[in-house]
């Protein structure tokens, strides 16, 4: 509406000129040298607008004709451009369904028509990872690096190439030339952070860790649980060596995660030793309520130094009154008192915690009721039969990350380098060898690795028959255990019994009969690694366990994760190789 106004207006304005010029009386006179020209205002009026628009025609057609040779090259090479970003887009979905040929066709044309464009870098380097030719996919992701809008991403490609080239140093370079343009990058923050966790370098991985809350990365609660965590893994490395320095971080970390359970073990440690014994105690209680652990009540136990076994039963009982009411937290209260039970020789009292576990046990339960068989009546046949149940029996809770199980707790998965990953939990499934064969749990392999050799011993008149071991319908090919009298193994890393010993007949009194060696020793006991189930993927012990090649991995927690072929590739592989 006030354009129409504007121009009405204009209109008028125009009517009103062209009246005033045709009512203005006289002649215009033009005079130069001795050329005279008359004319009236109004005819002037109309040949200077004649002229002007002249002028105006001929200045148009001198700067089209000016112009003509850039607008066509700017007219080929916007052509140009627009077969690149077709070339582009196309091979970008080629990329997405794996048709190879037709990426590599897209990305060379992207990179003869738009050879300056970062989406044709980024067609071309992925075209080549997707082809498998490492070589190109490098060359253009050093291309990427080099520009100023794309070096992010060109790192990005080129630390997950050095990955899959094993390159471990590279990768890490890459990872920490990235943090310094970029804090705020996740992939390398977490990559730096891992390896620096892997080479034990905690002020290194504190310092990571303070900059990703900086760059807002992670949150006030995730930060104050990872530090607690870094903290504790200083805090266990420097217990032996810097107990000053050891103190100080566990009691940090015991303040920023009062739950975790390593870091509430070593702080009620160091707390007993400076006789601070409720504070140790309280320290314990709370990291117990909210996760029950055995190391948590073994630390419980002895939280005052020299105290009888009656006391530490005494001191166990009230912690497990404590034990949360769902069952994996009421098992571990039970399996503490019946520990404590059994050192102070209350058998009874023991029998009677287990008894609820005892038709459908797990390993320590069976373990547990192997000791208190061999301790209280000296009853060798039901010690084994127990020991055979523990084979075979439920896996009781380990520390457990993305698929592995470790025999301790770490601040890192092996596997993916993640911070904070070890739960304690009942692990679901297992990991293979690199030769395919079982692992077996490594509290039962060195139970039987480093009991004392059997002996012969007289069978008493009034022994009871032994209990058969529950899996009796296993076949008998595939039975793998060693006879009793047989010599103990020098080193054999697997032990798979899968058919129970069948027990032998009463024999006379003067007649001996050989004992197997049994789990009997309380540390051995206490270690909840899993193991093997027939007909179920098998879990893979760590490298620290007896029986493993001494040609392994290193005792560094990172380089932990088993066989080197089975985690040979990309980022686990990239973990697997440091430390040495």
């Not at 008359?38 to 105006?56: E, H, K, N, Q, Y």
């Not at 630390?299 to 530490?312: F, L, N, P």
């Not at 050799?453 to 076949?475: G, H, I, L, Y």
């Not at 047989?486 to 009463?506: D, H, I, N, R």
Request: proline share 8%.
């Amino acid at each position: 509406m006030l354009r129409i106004v504007l121009f009405l207006v204009l209109i008028a304005l125009a009517a009103a000129g062209a009246a005033w010029v045709a009512d203005q009386p006289g002649d215009l006179v033009l005079t130069a040298g001795g050329f005279r020209a008359s004319t009236t205002l109004p005819r002037f009026v109309f040949l200077l607008g004649l002229f002007a628009a002249a002028v105006v025609l001929v200045w148009s057609i001198l700067t089209t004709i000016w112009r003509t040779p850039g607008r066509l090259r700017r007219r080929r090479h916007e052509k140009r451009h627009a077969r690149g970003r077709h070339a582009i887009t196309h091979g970008l979905l080629a990329i997405g369904h794996g048709d190879t040929a037709l990426a590599r066709r897209h990305a060379e044309t992207a990179r003869r028509h738009a050879p300056n464009d970062p989406l044709a870098l980024l067609l071309h380097a992925q075209s080549a990872q997707l082809e498998g030719n490492r070589g190109e996919a490098q060359r253009a992701f050093r291309a990427m690096a080099e520009r100023e809008d794309t070096r992010l991403l060109g790192l990005r490609g080129l630390f997950i190439e050095a990955q899959r080239a094993d390159d471990a140093v590279g990768a890490v370079m890459i990872a920490e030339e990235a943090i310094k343009l970029s804090p705020s990058s996740t992939w390398a923050s977490h990559a730096v952070l891992g390896f620096r966790c892997a080479r034990g370098d905690w002020s290194g991985a504190l310092a990571i860790l303070d900059s990703n809350l900086s760059a807002g990365l992670i949150d006030k609660p995730a930060y104050r649980r990872q530090r607690g965590v870094l903290l504790t893994a200083r805090a266990l490395e420097l217990q032996t060596m810097d107990r000053d320095v050891a103190r100080e971080s566990v009691m940090e970390a015991i303040k920023l995660a009062p739950t975790l359970v390593p870091a509430a073990v070593l702080a009620a440690k160091f707390e007993s030793e400076a006789h601070q014994v409720r504070r140790a105690m309280k320290l314990v209680e709370a990291a117990w309520l909210a996760n029950p652990h055995p190391d948590l009540a073994e630390a419980y136990a002895h939280v005052r130094i020299g105290d009888s076994a009656r006391q530490r039963l005494q001191r166990i009982e009230t912690l497990a009154a404590k034990t949360p009411a769902d069952r994996a937290g009421h098992i571990e209260g039970q399996l503490a008192l019946a520990r404590a039970a059994i050192d102070a020789s209350e058998f009874a009292r023991a029998r009677a915690v287990l008894a609820p576990y005892v038709n459908d046990p797990t390993q320590r339960v069976a373990l547990l009721m192997a000791e208190i068989e061999r301790t209280e009546h000296g009853d060798g046949g039901r010690a084994r039969a127990w020991t055979l149940r523990a084979v075979r029996a439920r896996h009781d809770p380990a520390w457990t990350a993305d698929g592995y199980v470790s025999d301790r707790w770490r601040p890192v998965s092996p596997v993916t380098g993640r911070l904070d990953a070890f739960q304690w939990q009942t692990p679901v499934a297992s990991l293979p060898s690199d030769k395919g064969d079982l692992i077996e749990s490594s509290a039962f392999e060195e139970a039987m690795l480093a009991a004392p050799p059997p002996k012969r011993v007289t069978a008493p008149a009034n022994d009871t028959p032994m209990e058969p071991a529950p899996a009796a319908s296993a076949p008998a090919e595939q039975d793998n255990s060693p006879p009793a009298a047989k010599e103990e193994p020098k080193a054999e890393p697997v032990v798979t019994p899968t058919e129970p010993v069948e027990p032998a007949p009463e024999p006379a009194e003067s007649a001996p009969v050989a004992e197997t060696p049994v789990f009997r020793t309380r540390a051995d006991l206490g270690k909840p690694a899993p193991a093997p189930i027939p007909a179920v993927i098998p879990i893979v012990r760590a490298p620290d366990d007896p029986g493993i090649d001494d040609e392994g991995p290193s005792d560094e927690f990172t380089e932990q994760i088993g066989t080197p072929k089975a985690q040979a590739g990309g980022w686990r592989g990239f973990w697997s190789r440091w430390g040495a």
